[in-house]
T-cell receptor, first 110, second 112 residues
Framework: DQQVKQNSPSLSVQEGRISILNCDYTNSMFDYFLWYKKYPAEGPTFLISISSIKDKNEDGRFTVFLNKSAKHLSLHIVPSQPGDSAVYFCALGRDDKIIFGKGTRLHILP | EAQVTQNPRYLITVTGKKLTVTCSQNMNHEYMSWYRQDPGLGLRQIYYSMNVEVTDKGDVPEGYKVSRKEKRNFPLILESPSPNQTSLYFC???????????FGQGTRLTVV
């Protein structure tokens, strides 16, 4: 039973445009919603999070939106840059575990 | 520098030969965890530990053991590896709230 779904295995976006990565979840018993970024041959790195009591969190070019009624999380990257090409994992966190989605590979096109 | 260190980075072994993958963190984090990453399956949690001498099963614990005798170390033990444990393994650590986990660079294990 997949609790975190990232339905797009890959996404291609022109450099300078907005990248939107989406995530749906089924289990509401989590306190934090997270995005991690992974480059080849490296471990995932934390990107941005949002608490379950908020609906938006911004950090520079990255904004995460949470729609609890729809159980939907999205990450906006604007403007997209070549270094943003990576795999992005959506994750749900609480005090005893983090559950990850399968990831979306983002390609930023020149 | 804050980091999680895994060793080895690459390992090829034969079925049934016991092995240990080490994980060490220098951030005094309470929480540590092991994940495996497989194509099309994302990151799946194997075991986790909330503190010294406290460990618990994740989503895919079969065939693995862990121990947490010291706060900084969390080794992953495969007593009798099998080919279906061929995977990319990541160790992670976090402070108690688990908002931001730090990952090691990964260990690519091949069991033949």
């Amino acid at each position: 039973d997949q609790q975190v779904k990232q339905n797009s295995p890959s996404l291609s976006v022109q450099e300078g445009r907005i990248s939107i990565l989406n995530c749906d979840y089924t289990n509401s018993m989590f306190d934090y919603f997270l995005w991690y970024k992974k480059y080849p041959a490296e471990g995932p790195t934390f990107l941005i999070s949002i608490s379950s009591i908020k609906d938006k969190n911004e950090d520079g070019r990255f904004t995460v939106f949470l729609n609890k009624s729809a159980k939907h999380l999205s990450l906006h990257i604007v403007p997209s840059q070549p270094g943003d090409s990576a795999v992005y994992f959506c994750a749900l966190g609480r005090d005893d575990k983090i559950i990850f989605g399968k990831g979306t590979r983002l390609h930023i096109l020149p | 520098e804050a980091q999680v260190t895994q060793n080895p980075r690459y390992l090829i072994t034969v079925t049934g030969k016991k092995l240990t993958v080490t994980c060490s963190q220098n951030m005094n984090h309470e929480y540590m965890s092991w994940y495996r990453q497989d194509p099309g399956l994302g990151l799946r949690q194997i075991y986790y530990s909330m503190n010294v001498e406290v460990t618990d099963k994740g989503d895919v614990p079969e065939g693995y053991k862990v121990s947490r005798k010291e706060k900084r170390n969390f080794p992953l033990i495969l007593e009798s590896p099998s080919p279906n444990q061929t995977s990319l393994y990541f160790c992670a650590s976090s402070s108690f709230q688990l908002i931001e986990a730090f990952f090691g660079q990964g260990t690519r294990l091949t069991v033949v």
